[in-house]
């Protein structure tokens, strides 16, 4: 079975700084190896903040001239996260947006 470096830690360490206060922040998905075995390469997905500019004042979503955080959603990769943001960009109305990867 392929190795692949754990999606769950990503640093190879096998370490999650968030709960580094369970039992030490060991993962639980590679044991605190920093890796996985298993078939198929695993998807590593991110969440990011999707924000959108509207420019009419009559818009609910108006925020005088300002972003609206409109919602979190996760992708693959940044890239990923503009594809979503420009298809819900041409759906609701926006003249532009903002994607952000949110750091937990
Ligand atoms: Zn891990």
């Known amino acids: 079975m392929p190795k692949y470096e754990c999606p769950k830690c990503s640093n190879g360490k096998g370490i999650i700084n968030a709960f580094s206060h ?9 044991k605190g190896t920093g890796f996985i075995e298993q078939k198929n390469k695993p998807t590593i997905s991110k969440q990011y903040s999707f924000s959108f500019l509207w420019t009419d004042p009559n818009h609910c979503n108006y925020q005088n001239g300002d972003f609206c955080k409109c919602f979190i959603k996760k992708a693959r990769s940044e890239s990923a996260a503009i594809k979503i943001a420009e298809k819900a960009m041409k759906a609701n109305g926006s003249v532009d947006f903002k994607v952000s990867e949110v750091v937990e």
């Open 22 to 30: 369970v039992l030490g922040g060991v993962c639980f998905k590679c």
